[in-house]
Nanobody, 126 residues
């Protein structure tokens, strides 16, 4: 599967953005799809994931209550709605996918995902 991330940009603190992760060459509902982010000088960190089976999506503590992950099976796309953005949300956001289910203990690790999109820059100004 190929992943195309888009929707990043420059936004003021308190604003919103919606990131898209469009999949091709595979059916997104068959994959666990996650969003990660990487700020300059920092390691890539987990943001959220949409399980192939659906169900509850985990979120990083830093984004709980502000970000929402969703999936559109018709458009073969996973979205990340980001509200109440903060300057500390500034990073390159990547979507990643792995065929099938991932056990919970591994879900937040980058090594669990075989396929990665190219990243989209999100910059939040204060």
């Amino acid at each position: 599967v190929q992943l195309q991330a888009s929707g990043g940009g420059l936004v003021q603190a308190g604003g919103s953005l919606r990131l898209s992760c469009a999949a091709s060459g595979g059916t997104v509902s068959s994959y666990t799809v996650a969003w990660f982010r990487q700020a300059p000088g920092k390691e890539r960190e987990f943001v959220s994931a949409f399980r192939s089976s659906g169900g509850t999506s985990p979120y990083a503590d830093a984004v709980k209550g502000r970000f929402t992950i969703s999936r559109d099976n018709v458009k073969n796309t996973v979205y990340l709605q980001m509200n109440s953005l903060k300057p500390e949300d500034t990073a390159v956001y990547y979507c990643a996918a792995q065929n099938g289910r991932i056990i919970t203990s591994l879900l937040k690790g980058t090594r669990a995902y075989e396929y990665w999109g190219q990243g989209t820059q999100v910059t939040v100004s204060s």
